[in-house]
């Protein structure tokens, strides 16, 4: 590849030769996003070990790039593909782990942090989302959350403590960063985030949490307070559609479209968003926008009740 031919971008000489963005080295997220989708194009598939390995990193830094940026679901994608390509990868399995739990797919996000563990236990950020995944299913499944788990892999002993992760305690002063396979330079993975980025989801976390307490309560208005102090820390597609639902409780139809936009903006495929803007757009008495985001939600959900229930109205009225 040249070496300009991406801008900002720095070339790693690492044992794979890595590509590396000086972009995303920034924390430039959206900046970084497009960049790492042409040297991916570039690669191509089947042309060995050493290229399957090119590819895993990059998809797990273009990964890291969607999370940051709240579009969850393709970060998913981006790591799901990254684990076909080399499995039990750690930065992938956090990355995807961390993006089920935004999109409270809670099992799901269970099942990769736990296999975390089995790759290295002393990883502080997979025992932190174990703990939280365990409470919200505790919460939502009740005692027998366990057995509605789905399978938890076997990770084999080739592919475990394959290197050395600082925990999050870890005095980084003392301890040179640690570059994953393949990489060079620092960590990009959320368990390693700056303090003070942490503490701000961490923040962003209960602020949301807080306000689905209040809409339990059925107090919509103090929960868009809340929801309104989380998004001001960590744009999460969860919360957009929470405080939609807010809006429509409240019967401030414009304010949830725009919610709902936005989470979509996150998530394309969103189900919640899609429905909640198709409630909207209805009372806004705009039928025709309405029935094309059902139609839109019906593609990824064919036997939607609820949706399917919404567009029999819309088409009576």
Avoid at 2 to 16: D, E, F, L
Avoid at 61 to 80: E, I, Q, T
Avoid at 242 to 254: G, I, V
Avoid at 279 to 296: P, T
């Amino acid at each position: 590849h040249s070496m300009t031919q991406y801008g900002m971008v720095k070339y790693g000489k690492a044992r794979h030769g890595t590509v590396w963005h000086g972009m995303v080295h920034r924390r430039r997220w959206a900046a970084g996003r497009q960049p790492q989708s042409e040297p991916l194009s570039c690669l191509c598939p089947g042309a060995g070990d050493t290229t399957a390995k090119e590819r895993s990193v990059l998809l797990a830094n273009r990964a890291a790039c969607h999370l940051k940026d709240g579009a969850c679901s393709l970060c998913v994608d981006d790591c799901s593909r990254a684990l076909e390509l080399v499995p039990f990868e750690m930065k992938p399995l956090l990355r995807r782990a961390a993006a089920y739990e935004a999109l409270e797919k809670y099992r799901l996000a269970y099942v990769d942090y736990k296999t975390v563990l089995q790759v290295d236990c002393t990883v502080q950020a997979a025992h932190d989302g174990v703990n939280r995944m365990t409470k919200a299913l505790l919460e939502k499944d009740g005692v027998n959350w366990r057995q509605k788990l789905p399978p938890i892999p076997t990770v084999p002993v080739s592919a475990q403590t394959r290197w050395s992760v600082p925990s999050a305690g870890a005095h980084r002063a003392n301890t040179p960063a640690t570059a994953m396979p393949g990489e060079p330079g620092e960590s990009l993975s959320l368990g390693w985030a700056e303090p003070q980025q942490t503490a701000d989801m961490e923040r962003a976390r209960t602020l949301k949490e807080e306000g689905n307490e209040l809409v339990k309560k059925g107090n919509h208005k103090k929960a868009v307070e809340k929801y309104s102090e989380s998004l001001k820390l960590n744009q999460e597609c969860a919360t957009y559609t929470n405080r939609a639902l807010c809006y429509l409780a409240l019967k401030e139809y414009k304010e949830a479209v725009q919610d709902c936009t936005e989470a979509l903006k996150l998530d394309p495929k969103n189900v919640k968003a899609l429905y909640r803007r198709a409630q909207a757009l209805k009372e806004l008495k705009d039928y025709k926008s309405s029935i094309a985001d059902i139609k839109s939600l019906l593609k990824t959900e064919p036997k939607n009740t609820a949706a399917l229930r919404l567009l029999q109205e819309l088409n009576r009225t």
